[in-house]
């Protein structure tokens, strides 16, 4: 390896990362069905005679999460998953080798027997900070009977209550709607009959689900008015989102006119749409999250598309892990894989400086999420 970029290489992986977007983990052993539904968005099994594992994920955990647990590097996924279902410590192993200083955990959505904030805390040593999910607030408020009228004050109280020590929100409005929202504030008048809808749909089939677009706005503008970073899932996702609705793009106008950060969530492929909407607003800022381990080998070219356009002080890192410990440390072996890569090209070809890119990877990978949520 070139002096340089090996030199380069030890002070990325020195670095203390904050996950500023990942749900909890899975703290004891994990089955073989468990962990392939775990390491891809679809909901469907795998075709007869394939494996999950014959992924860019799935070569990226046997190559860089194997050797981490005790096991030869790029282990077969049988011996993998025969290891991880002999228990151990395997989970705390693996969150301490992300070298997390902070976790910025997304409640909204957390898969059963998932380790609790507080075990998560232990599990990792890191910090943890909860992110409250919008759309799930609302779904509990529903649900606990509230009326049409009353609905616009309760969630509001609801939202200021829950979030009280957390340090942001999330909106997965490209989900439930697509990113193509009318940007307007609602009015009261409009909230009032959007919740009458939705709490006579609630009472018909008893599917508690906000898919309304008026009240899906209502929860984004009443978080802005609460004044924390917003998260905003972008991007590749599950069957559930129209991927073509997901670019960031489409909410230009909202991010626009909303006085609060937001922060783009992984973005693949509109990454290079999401570096355009950082340059131009002050308040976007981005990241590529779950990306890097979905597209394994090819994260470095992710990583530089993503900064093109993008100033360096609006790139924030992040796994979006969710369930699997390894996908914890694999987002952050992966992100230093490839800045190391990306910036290390730079450097050897004499563009940046070395000192610049070390600046720049403790940009993206802490300070930036730092100054963002004010963790001090």
């Not at 529903?142 to 609905?151: H, K, L, M, P, R």
């Not at 796994?319 to 914890?328: I, K, Q, T």
């Not at 563009?351 to 720049?360: H, L, M, N």
Request: hydrophobic residues 45%.
């Amino acid at each position: 390896m070139h002096a340089e970029l090996a030199s380069l290489a030890a002070e990325i992986d020195g670095l203390r990362l904050i996950d500023q977007h990942v749900h909890s983990v899975l703290p004891g052993p994990v089955g073989t069905a468990q962990f392939e539904r775990l390491i891809s968005e679809s909901d469907q099994p795998p075709p007869a005679g394939t494996s999950r594992f014959d992924s860019q994920l799935g070569f990226a955990i046997r190559r860089w999460c194997a050797p981490v647990i005790g096991l030869e590097e790029s282990a077969d996924a049988e011996s993998y998953l025969e290891h991880r279902r002999s228990g151990g410590a395997a989970a705390a192993t693996l969150m301490a080798a992300a070298r997390c200083s902070d976790l910025l955990v997304d409640t909204g959505f957390i898969a059963a027997g998932s380790a609790s904030l507080p075990e998560l805390a232990e599990l990792s040593g890191a910090r943890v900070h909860e992110i409250v999910r919008l759309e799930t607030l609302a779904e509990e408020l529903a649900a606990e009977g509230s009326t049409a009228a009353g609905f616009a004050a309760a969630y509001r109280e609801l939202l200021w209550r829950r979030s009280a020590d957390a340090v942001g929100v999330k909106s997965i409005v490209a989900y439930r709607h697509g990113l193509d929202f009318d940007p307007a504030r609602p009015s009261p008048a409009e909230v009032t009959a959007a919740a009458g809808r939705w709490l006579r749909a609630i009472e018909a089939d008893a599917v508690v689900r906000l898919t309304d677009p008026v009240l899906l706005r209502y929860l984004l503008w009443t978080a802005a008015e609460r004044g924390l970073p917003i998260q905003l899932h972008t991007g590749f996702g599950d069957p559930d989102l129209d991927l073509h609705r997901a670019n960031p793009l489409l909410a230009r106008e909202f991010l626009a006119n909303c006085a609060v950060p937001v922060v783009l969530l992984h973005c693949y492929p509109y990454q290079r749409q999401a570096g355009h909407l950082a340059h131009v607003y002050p308040n976007v800022y981005a990241d590529v999250g779950f990306t890097l381990n979905y597209v394994g080998a090819r994260a470095p070219g992710v990583v530089a598309e993503a900064l093109e356009l993008a100033p360096f002080g609006k790139v924030l890192y992040s796994s979006d892990a969710y369930g699997l410990p390894e996908l914890v440390y694999l987002g952050a072996r992966l992100w230093r894989n490839a800045m190391t890569e990306v910036l290390g090209s730079w450097v050897v070809s004499g563009q940046w400086t070395r000192q610049d890119a070390i600046r720049v990877a403790a940009m993206i990978g802490a300070g930036n999420s730092a100054r963002l949520y004010q963790l001090g």
